[in-house]
């Protein structure tokens, strides 16, 4: 990013410094469904809702089996996070998620139905809608780089244990995240745990 004239170095820091967004900040919601417990971390654009994100990223907290929520014209990436996982059965087919930290991917418009294998979960969720954008999910468990691509975003988040940036230097702790938009300089991330990391691009 560059900086703009007379700004003390002060000012050029904090412009260029990534987005922190705290675990103890965020508001539980019911799903759309009201079958469960959401908490955004994130949406595009800012203030949307479930039927108006250009893409979404948030925590849930599962404690019963039950259908899945529709979300037409929607990709999903499910990771869980807690918990002995669960099986997904989707347009008829069953996909048992019972792994942490590997990410799911599946489709909105799918009819899909949640059968918990062994009591309650917590899962982290992706979906954007894929005329507006595009998503993966990468998980580290050691030291990486988060380098956004021009027209990206890259959100990164602790599912378990911590992470510390070269910048400030911060410290993240558990189900905290940092989002670098397309502009941002690259941030050297220190894993002690596992980071999930979002990558989203605008579709053009």
């Not at 004239?5 to 002060?10: E, G, S």
């Not at 959401?38 to 990223?57: C, K, L, N, S, Y």
């Not at 905290?176 to 941030?187: F, I, K, R, T």
Request: net charge negative; with cysteine; glycine share 8%.
């Amino acid at each position: 990013m560059f900086s703009r004239p007379n700004q003390t170095p002060k000012e050029q820091y904090l412009l260029m410094a990534p987005q922190i967004l705290r675990a103890h900040d965020r508001t539980p919601a019911p799903w759309k469904n009201g079958g469960g417990i959401t908490t955004e971390v994130m949406a595009h654009p800012q203030g949307a809702g479930t039927d108006d994100f250009a893409w979404r990223i948030s925590v849930a907290d599962v404690a019963s089996s039950g259908p899945f929520s529709a979300f037409e014209g929607v990709d999903r990436i499910i990771t869980v996070v807690e918990g002995p996982g669960m099986a997904l059965t989707v347009d008829g087919t069953e996909h048992v998620v019972d792994t942490r930290c590997v990410p799911f991917a599946f489709s909105g418009d799918a009819a899909t139905d949640c059968r918990l294998l062994d009591g309650p979960i917590v899962d982290f969720n992706v979906m954007v809608r894929r005329t507006e954008a595009k998503a993966g999910v990468s998980i580290e468990h050691g030291s990486t780089v988060l380098r956004p691509a021009p027209a990206t975003r890259v959100l990164a988040i602790v599912l378990d244990g911590t992470a510390a940036l070269d910048r400030g230097p911060v410290r993240l702790g558990r189900l905290d995240a940092v989002l670098l938009q397309d502009d941002e300089d690259p941030v050297d991330v220190v894993v002690d745990g596992v980071l999930a990391i979002v990558t989203v691009t605008d579709v053009r």
